[in-house]
């Protein structure tokens, strides 16, 4: 299955969105009706740096994911799922069709607002801790009002609070063991946190006068990590919570993974979910299954070199006799099974068992059948230099989690 992923805030650029323009005017027409100014000249530009401010940066990323997600009508099939990170949110419940998109850019545009009114804090990206030793951290140094406002994913966390308690704690992380950088979010004030608690009132109020349709497309929800319901009530609450609530991008994501999706593609000029989900998928284990695994080999490595790729899709519990086989190829499947398997197998079992699921039942109670097949060769690690915490603040470059400049940031801070 797949998902369409979107970004929010702190993804913005000057020039995003800029090889899309062309293709959609009409869009950006109907932006610039609901904004009162030319979004296009905001993101190709970013006159008077207006991308920093909160009032400008989130219509404008809102904007540019229509833009994406026109594209992606086009261009892409269907998705099974949509999620968005924070203000991502709202490109994901457009796209399910919740409201249209001047609906949509109004409530963005309110949004931002209201969240652009609550100064005197910040945020702050910490890597290479997990959130129970973050949690630990604040603690133990009585960290007053810094709470974690995503969990973006297992050793990522952001956090949340006033610019001087974000600044007495930092020397506390940085001298953490394991810890890849303690890193400002390019934020104006200390979102999804309890002191957004009078925005998310205001917007609340607003929500209320809004009419929602019921979704086409499941979307997950930031403060849950599970599908919004079918409940507009219930849309509205979490859209109002999300603004004081952490952004549970972790939970999104792996509930994604056991629902079945393993395809993500994040509509953005960015890579930065990709990143992110590619960690949150490395760190989640599914258990072990070897009757699966068994399957998968019989299909892969017996089936298909004597069928071709018909076999990969062939149903588990539909018999052989459905692709045709005789008997001489029933001897070859025998022959190729004891080559793959390193035992002896008689074209008799491959005839009694005639389905992927039967073969593979058979050949589980039997003791000498290898259950996996070896474990491939890793790939060569980046050559280490002698502080590891530079070679994983480069990893985090190269996989697109933080930015050059973050990252300059964070080794000039190392020194």
């Known amino acids: 299955m797949r998902c369409y992923v979107f970004p929010g805030q702190g993804t913005q650029k000057k020039g995003m969105g800029r090889s899309l323009f062309a293709r959609f005017p009409d869009l950006l027409r109907r932006a610039d009706q609901v904004l009162g100014y030319p979004v296009e000249e905001l993101c190709r530009d970013n006159p008077d740096r207006r991308l920093s401010e909160t009032a400008y940066a989130q219509p404008a990323i809102y904007v540019v994911n229509a833009l994406h997600w026109s594209a992606a009508q086009e261009d892409l099939p269907p998705a099974d799922f949509l999620a968005g990170h924070s203000l991502g949110e709202y490109s994901a419940l457009f796209a399910a069709g919740a409201f249209d ?15 652009g009114q609550i100064s005197g804090g910040g945020m702050a990206a910490v890597v290479g801790l997990p959130e129970q030793v973050v949690e630990e951290i604040l603690k133990r140094h009585d960290a007053a009002g810094v709470v974690i406002a995503n969990y973006n994913a297992p050793e990522q966390v952001v956090l949340s609070g006033s610019h001087q308690e974000l600044a007495r704690i930092k020397p506390f992380f940085e001298k953490a063991e394991g810890v890849r950088g303690f890193i ?38 930031n403060v849950t990590g599970r599908p919004f319901g079918p409940d507009a009530q219930d849309i509205r609450d979490l859209l109002a919570d999300q603004i ?16 079945g999706v393993s395809t993500f593609t994040e509509l953005s000029d960015t890579k930065v979910l990709t990143a992110l989900i590619d960690r949150i998928t490395a760190a989640h284990q599914p258990a072990p299954d070897p009757r699966r695994d068994l399957i998968q080999r019989i299909k892969h490595d017996i089936l298909q070199p004597e069928i071709g790729d018909e076999a990969l899709d062939f ?4 018999s ?29 079992v491959i005839f009694q068992h005639r389905s992927c699921a039967a073969l593979a039942d058979h050949l589980l109670t039997r003791d000498d059948i290898p259950r996996a097949a070896a474990p491939k060769t890793p790939p060569a690690p980046l050559r280490d230099y002698q502080d590891e915490r530079v070679t994983a603040l480069l990893r985090d470059c190269a996989n697109g989690t933080l930015s050059v400049p973050r990252t300059i940031e964070a080794i000039r801070a190392l020194a």
Request: charged share 20%; with cysteine; aromatic share 6%.
């Open 244 to 259: 004081a609530q952490p952004v549970r991008w972790t939970d999104c994501i792996r509930h994604l993974l056991n629902a």
């Open 101 to 115: 998109f001047e609906t949509g850019l109004t409530l963005v545009q309110r949004r931002a607002e209201l969240m």
């Open 315 to 318: 149903d588990d519990h539909a």
């Open 184 to 221: 400002p979010v390019r934020v104006s004030g200390p979102f999804h946190s309890p002191a957004m608690a009078p925005a998310a009132a205001r917007f609340r109020d607003l929500l209320a006068s809004v009419d929602l349709a019921a979704l086409r497309t499941p979307v997950v929800s």
């Open 320 to 348: 052989f006799r459905q692709l045709g086989l005789n008997s001489i190829i029933y001897v070859r499947l025998a022959r190729r099974a004891a080559t793959v398997l390193g035992v002896p197998i008689k074209p008799d």
